[in-house]
C-alpha cells in the first residue's frame, strides 16, 4: 500500500521537476540503487511494530527511487544515494503514518474493552473470559475480536529517532574528501573480497540474503535446509566477516585463539589468510567507482560506471 500523502507529493514533484537524466540512464541509477531500498526498509523495521508489513514500506521506497531518479539533477553537486535516500525514508515514514489509521470509534472501544475487562477482573478475580466480556460490553465475541485486531493494527507508531530533511538541505552536508573516500573504497574491497572467501554455503547466504534481497524461505529451499538452518548459517557467516576483516583493517580488535591449534582456530586463521591472498589494492578499488557506488550483478559486485 503506497500512501496518498506520498503519492500527491511525488506527483507534485515530478510535475515540477525538469527531467534531466535520459530514460535508459534513469533505469540504470534505479537498478544500480535498489538495493538502498532494502537497507532502508530493515533499518526502519528493526523499529517499528511487528504488524507491519515489509512489502507496504518497500512499495513506498522503490516508488520514490523512480521518483528521485525523474528529478535528479547531478549539476547540483548531490550524490545520488544522498538525494534518494531522503526521498525514500521520507516516503516510508508517509507510508508508516498512513498505517497507523485507527479512527476515533476504535480507540474508544479499545478504552471500554480496557477498563471493562479491569472491572471484571476485581469482579471476578480472575480474568474474564471472552463471553463474558463481550456480555458485560453488550456485543459478540467476534466483535470484540474484531476490535482487538484494528488496535493492534492501529498501533501507535513511534517515530523518535526518524528525521527527514529535503534534498536542498543536503547542499551543505561536507561530502567525504579524497583521504576518506579512499578508506571508504578500501573498506567496501575488503568486505567483498572477504564476502568471496567465505565457505561456498556462507557465501551463498550472505549474498542471497543481504545483497539480493532475497526472503530466507527461499534461500532454505534452494540449499535444501530449514529456515532455522538458514539463520545460522547467516550468524557463522557474519561473526568470520567481522574477525576477518577487523583482522586486516583492525588488529587490534582481532580474536586471539585460546587454543592456536585447534581445528576451529585453524579454519578461521585459513579464512583470514584466504583474504589475505585474495586481494589488492587495485582489487579493492576496482570494487566501487570513484564515487563509492557499487554496482551488484547476479554473483558478485562489479563498480558501478
Known amino acids: 500500500m503506497t500512501s496518498t500523502a506520498t503519492t500527491v507529493a511525488d506527483i507534485a514533484a515530478d510535475t515540477a521537476a525538469t527531467t534531466v537524466l535520459s530514460a535508459a540512464e534513469q533505469e540504470e541509477i534505479i537498478r544500480t540503487h535498489m538495493p538502498l531500498v532494502g537497507h532502508l526498509v530493515r533499518d526502519m523495521l528493526s523499529r517499528i511494530p511487528n504488524h507491519i508489513h515489509r512489502d507496504d514500506l518497500t512499495s513506498a521506497g522503490l516508488h520514490a527511487l523512480v521518483t528521485a531518479a525523474r528529478s535528479w539533477d547531478p549539476q547540483r553537486g548531490i550524490p545520488f544515494h544522498r538525494f534518494a535516500s531522503t526521498r525514500i525514508r521520507g516516503a516510508i515514514l508517509d507510508e508508516l503514518r498512513a498505517l497507523d489509521w485507527a479512527t476515533r470509534s476504535v480507540r474508544t472501544k479499545a478504552r471500554a474493552t480496557d477498563s471493562t475487562r479491569q472491572a471484571l477482573t476485581t469482579t471476578l478475580g480472575r480474568t474474564p473470559s471472552a463471553d463474558e466480556l463481550a456480555q458485560a460490553l453488550g456485543t459478540t465475541t467476534t466483535d470484540l475480536k474484531q476490535t482487538d485486531t484494528d488496535v493492534q493494527r492501529a498501533t501507535v507508531l513511534s517515530l523518535q529517532g526518524f528525521t527527514t530533511s529535503s534534498a536542498d538541505d543536503l547542499v551543505t552536508e561536507k561530502t567525504p574528501g579524497p583521504e576518506d573516500m579512499l578508506l571508504r573504497r578500501e573498506q567496501i574491497g575488503y568486505l567483498h573480497h572477504a564476502i568471496s572467501s567465505l565457505p561456498e554455503r556462507l557465501q551463498v547466504v550472505i549474498t542471497e540474503y543481504f545483497l539480493h534481497e532475497r526472503p530466507m524461505a527461499d534461500i532454505a529451499a534452494?540449499?535444501?535446509?530449514?529456515?532455522?538452518?538458514?539463520?545460522?548459517?547467516?550468524?557463522?557467516?557474519?561473526?568470520?566477516?567481522?574477525?576477518?576483516?577487523?583482522?586486516?583493517?583492525?588488529?587490534?580488535?582481532?580474536?586471539?585463539?585460546?587454543?592456536?591449534?585447534?581445528?576451529?582456530?585453524?579454519?578461521?586463521?585459513?579464512?583470514?589468510?584466504?583474504?589475505?591472498?585474495?586481494?589488492?589494492?587495485?582489487?579493492?578499488l576496482a570494487m566501487t567507482n570513484a564515487h563509492g557506488h557499487t554496482s551488484f550483478s547476479r554473483g558478485m559486485p562489479v563498480a558501478a560506471a
Request: hydrophobic share 35%; charged share 25%; glycine share 4%.
Open 222 to 284: 534452494d540449499l535444501g535446509v530449514t529456515e532455522s538452518r538458514v539463520s545460522q548459517l547467516r550468524a557463522e557467516a557474519l561473526s568470520l566477516l567481522k574477525d576477518g576483516l577487523n583482522t586486516h583493517l583492525n588488529p587490534e580488535l582481532a580474536p586471539v585463539p585460546d587454543n592456536p591449534e585447534s581445528v576451529v582456530a585453524r579454519r578461521r586463521a585459513s579464512y583470514y589468510n584466504s583474504i589475505a591472498e585474495s586481494t589488492s589494492v587495485h582489487s579493492r
